[in-house]
């Protein structure tokens, strides 16, 4: 057969996935472990995933597995999930893709007895080789020259496998950017092509692929060379994009500015996203002042619903949507480093989140056109302070604080707005180093506050 070699690589795979192939071949069936774990293992990767591709039928696979429990997961495509050990492997039988007049589904799929057609469906060379359970490798497309090269191409005319499926544009800018590949120039060209049919390719999937390009290590490089596909599904990027700021402080223009921030970035999604959106208000909010020099007042506030709507739009989850619209709202909080500054922030956005505005922050300083030293030194000094304030178990919530709603309750204080505010203020004289956290020394006080709001009632 084409394209067979034995690796020189050492394959073991994971035990449950070897019985699977095991037993498919014993019961006269051929089977592979098939497309990103292949390249994965290919690149010293540790796979997160096994998909398992096979001769055998949907039916012929249940057989197979009729002392396991077979889920019949995407059986139009013939794809079942058989349950090992309390795993589940999802195995697909070969198959042909028919038409595909929506830009996005096959119209009709085919089975088929041969491993090449299957190959030969799959979006790239580098996705489209197999292995079987003693390490041959099925390679009839040049995935693991172009590994080596580190080149991202289209299996076949790139130009109709991107028509066939759209989503696989945004695939292959997934691709160059987690595994830091080029694009070959002809995938390259019909992903500008045919860019414009993202549009028919459904939010979760685009999300699910946008968010990997966001959080991988060459976003930066793909999100500047095809802002023009960006923004086929987030079009706001586009006002930004050549939105010059006239402003000493900045040497990009607003599009630049935001993605080049992400370089400095880890790659929790939620973060990504809010560096990205920060500016996403900047166009809306430009004046320049009598000596031409551009300002954005209001701008983070006014990002932070149009930030809300981009990631409603994409089908983020709740929280997610919440914090990015947060994160861009508060993007220009001011830090003053110290304790009771720190347990502020900590009070007013939780643990995880000040840590998040706080790297928001840091890259938005990293992109502005000469390194703030002072501001970079303050919000570093910040993070290690509410780390610090975090670790030593410090007072910034009612949660920590040493008396509850029940003992002011037992000082005399019924009301439960009064409560509230008892317990607020004791919390802020904490925060603020004026009293410390103990409970005998927090009554006393609280035992004052009730008596001069009392005083005030009665005046
Ligand atoms: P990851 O490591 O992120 O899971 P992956 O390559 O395994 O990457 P999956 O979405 O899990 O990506 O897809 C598994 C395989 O199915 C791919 O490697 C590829 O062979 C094939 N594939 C997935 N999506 C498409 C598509 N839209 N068009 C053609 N082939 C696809
Ligand atoms: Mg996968």
Redesign the pocket.
């Known amino acids: 057969m084409k394209g067979v070699r034995k690796t020189d690589k050492f394959i073991v795979l994971p035990e449950n996935i070897n019985s699977v192939l095991l037993r498919l071949d014993e019961h006269g069936h051929t089977a592979y472990i098939?497309?990103?774990?292949v390249?994965?293992m290919c690149m010293d990767i540790p796979?997160?995933?096994y998909?398992i591709t096979t001769s055998a039928t949907p039916d012929e696979i249940e057989r197979c597995f009729s002392d396991k429990r077979v889920i019949r997961t995407g059986i139009q495509h013939g794809t079942v999930t058989v349950i090992i050990n309390n795993e589940p492997i999802e195995i697909t039988t070969y198959r042909i893709d028919g038409n595909y007049a929506d830009n996005r589904h096959p119209d009709s799929v085919k089975f088929s007895k041969k491993i090449e057609d299957d190959l030969a469906?799959?979006?790239?060379t580098v996705?489209?080789m197999c292995c079987d359970k003693d390490g041959n490798f099925i390679d009839v497309f040049g995935g693991i020259e172009d590994i080596k090269n580190k080149i991202i191409r289209c299996v076949g005319d790139a130009n109709k496998?991107f028509s066939?499926?759209a989503?696989?544009i945004l695939?292959a800018l997934r691709?160059a950017s987690?595994l830091e590949f080029n694009i070959e120039k002809h995938t390259k060209e019909a992903i500008r092509k045919n860019a414009h049919l993202l549009k028919s390719i459904s939010s979760e999937r685009i999300y699910s692929e946008f968010t990997?390009l966001l959080c991988g290590k060459n976003a930066v490089d793909i999100l500047l060379e095809y802002s023009d596909c960006i923004g086929v599904f987030i079009p706001e990027l586009l006002n930004e994009v050549g939105f010059e700021q006239h402003n000493p402080h900045h040497k990009y223009d607003v599009y630049e500015h935001s993605v080049r921030a992400l370089d400095v970035c880890s790659d929790d999604a939620i973060v990504r996203y809010a560096v990205l959106l920060h500016d996403i208000a900047k166009p809306i909010c430009f004046f320049t002042d009598e000596n031409g020099i551009g300002h954005f007042h209001g701008h983070a506030k006014a990002g932070e619903s149009i930030a809300y709507n981009i990631m409603r739009r994409l089908k983020a989850d709740n929280v997610t949507c919440d914090t990015v619209s947060m994160l861009v709202k508060y993007h220009d909080y001011t830090i003053t480093p110290d304790m009771r500054h720190a347990k502020r922030m900590l009070n007013k956005f939780g643990y995880e989140n000040t840590l998040r505005l706080l790297e928001v922050k840091s890259a938005d300083t990293s992109a502005h056109v000469i390194f703030d030293d002072d501001r970079g030194r303050h919000i570093e000094e910040m993070r290690m302070l509410c780390e610090e304030a975090y670790r030593q178990q410090q007072c910034f919530s009612l949660k920590s604080l040493a008396v509850n709603g029940k003992d002011i309750i037992s000082l005399g204080c019924k009301e439960g707005k009064s409560i509230g505010k008892v317990l607020d203020a004791l919390l802020w004289e904490v925060i603020d180093e004026k009293l410390c956290n103990e409970k005998d020394v927090l009554l006393e006080r609280a035992k004052d506050i009730i008596k001069t709001c009392q005083e005030n009632i009665v005046d």
Request: glycine content about 8%; hydrophobic content about 20%.
């Open positions: 098939v497309g990103g774990c390249r994965d796979p997160n995933d998909d469906r799959r979006d790239f996705n489209a496998r066939e499926d989503l696989r695939r691709f987690t990997k």
